[in-house]
DNA sequence: ATGACAATCAGAGATTGA
């Protein structure tokens, strides 16, 4: 089974080139952030022709998450617990049932930027927010994975400049600390897992050519429970997307688990 | 330190992103 991971940076500018994607790569599970777009919005029926079942968790102009699952979705959950103040459309959950279940949470973590600040904060808080949720998936025994945009660079190969990221929300040691907690809790980053080295990206910024000088950084994560690791097979970044028609700063990250 | 680029909403230019 496939499952990936794609900020597309708004669904509206991006279904060719989603559609495109999705003909070639076939996941079967797909979670996308940013789709930008309200629930009522979002071209479910596009995506239902092609045999997914679609769910979101849209906010206006900003924000959203979706899952698209060639398996039946069950007890999905819309916002990350904790904080029921909490506006933003950041996260989404389900469970696939197979043989045996999988519980699939997509993610759209804060960027974090300026800082320091209130976005930081906000940032840091959420963070704390998905630490108790993963202690939660953790303590089920129970096969899981959360994946996303993380907005995290986990270490300084992780990106092709790291002195331009020291000061950044994303690369800041206690946001990177918080990132370690929840992969010490037992979860594992996937990608590592099955590739070595530096030189993989998952972003490239839209502005001085940063993908033309392959300036990017790997911020887009799958992290496996422990029992959900044992079933992955390969993990890879589809970073040729960035360079075509119309693309997402950000490409797919995908997994293959043995089931 | 700033801007470079793109998407959104709105219908110009501010806001957000990373």
């Known amino acids: 089974m496939k499952i990936a991971s794609f900020n597309i940076n708004g669904i509206k500018a991006r279904t060719p080139a989603l559609l495109e994607w999705l003909k070639e790569a076939k996941p079967d599970v797909v979670l996308l952030q940013e789709i930008k777009s309200v629930d009522e919005a979002f071209p479910r029926e596009i995506?239902?022709?092609?045999?997914?079942?679609?769910?979101?968790?849209?906010?206006?102009?900003?924000?959203?998450?979706?899952?698209?699952?060639?398996?039946?979705?069950?007890?999905?959950?819309?916002?990350?617990?904790?904080?029921?103040?909490?506006?933003?459309?950041?996260w989404i959950e389900a469970t696939i049932c197979l043989p045996h279940e999988i519980k699939i949470c997509c993610l759209y973590l804060p960027n974090g930027n300026p800082l320091p600040g209130p976005k930081y904060d906000y940032k840091l808080e959420w963070m704390d927010r998905l630490y108790h949720r993963a202690k939660e998936l953790i303590s089920s025994e129970k096969p899981s994975l959360m994946a996303g945009d993380f907005n995290i660079i986990p270490q300084a190969e992780d990106a092709a400049s790291p002195k331009n990221w020291v000061n950044d929300a994303l690369f800041k040691l206690e946001s990177r600390s918080k990132f370690r907690k929840i992969l010490n809790l037992g979860f594992l980053d996937a990608f590592r897992a099955c590739n070595d080295g530096p030189g993989h990206y998952s972003f490239w910024d839209y502005q001085a050519g940063a993908w033309n000088k392959n300036d990017g950084i790997r911020i887009d994560h799958f992290l496996l429970s422990p029992n959900c690791s044992d079933l992955l097979t390969d993990c890879k970044i589809d970073s040729d997307i960035r360079g075509r028609e119309k693309p997402s700063d950000h490409v797919p990250i995908w997994i293959k688990l043995n089931v």
Request: net charge negative; charged share 30%; no cysteine.
């Open 47 to 90: 995506f239902e022709e092609l045999g997914y079942n679609v769910e979101t968790h849209g906010q206006k102009s900003f924000n959203g998450v979706a899952i698209l699952s060639k398996y039946p979705l069950r007890e999905i959950e819309r916002g990350l617990p904790g904080d029921k103040s909490d506006e933003q459309a950041r």
